[in-house]
């Protein structure tokens, strides 16, 4: 999924993570920014494999994106830094 539109600096991507899954993957499913993530919810491992594969979609690198809300959350808020 392309998602380089999302990549200017401040923009800010809501999204639901479902960790533990199959494969590592984003869909959008009714309006929702689905990402999901093979990585398990601890010790911060599910969120660093959100922000890789979300910086990887949107084209920056991964040290420009930050979780703004929701770090022990499925429903996140990640801000692309400038």
């Known amino acids: 999924m392309d998602l380089t539109h999302l990549s200017a600096p401040g923009t800010e991507i809501a999204l639901r993570v479902t960790p533990k899954a199959s494969r ?3 869909t959008l499913e009714a309006g929702v920014l689905r990402v999901y993530v093979t990585s ?37 808020l990640v801000r692309v830094l400038g």
């Not at 990887?56 to 994106?65: D, E, N």
């Open 24 to 26: 590592d993957r984003i």
């Open 40 to 76: 398990v919810p601890e010790d911060g491992k599910a969120n660093a494999a959100v922000l890789r594969l979300l910086a990887k979609a949107v084209g920056v690198p991964k040290s420009r994106l930050e979780i703004v809300r929701g770090q022990s959350s499925r429903d996140k």
